[in-house]
């Protein structure tokens, strides 16, 4: 499960990062996801997960809005995780 915000040890001393994705806690099977945004490309958001079958997964999105990439990317998680018809094709 991912933490919202969890601490790290890098050579000399402990940081503790912010994790700017709201929606972090609410996509089943999430691995790590990394947010952007540019005034150029919108809002972006990748997220890697696991479906119903236990298949790792990426759904990105790019060109949203600010707020609207985390949940195109809720609706896109969903509806694969939710889907037993995900064509093999698609998954490699």
């Not at 298949?55 to 600010?66: D, E, Q």
């Amino acid at each position: 499960s991912a933490e919202l915000s969890p601490t790290f040890r890098s050579f000399d001393s402990e940081h503790e990062t912010q994790n700017t994705n709201p929606v972090v806690n609410q996509i089943p099977g999430i691995i790590d996801s990394k947010t952007g945004f540019t005034n150029i490309s919108g809002g972006n958001l990748a997220v890697a997960f696991k479906d119903a079958k236990g298949r790792n997964l990426v759904a990105v999105v790019v060109g949203s809005t600010f707020d609207a990439r985390f949940t195109d990317v809720q609706t896109i998680s969903g509806s694969i995780t939710n889907s037993e018809a995900l064509p093999e094709n698609l998954v490699k």
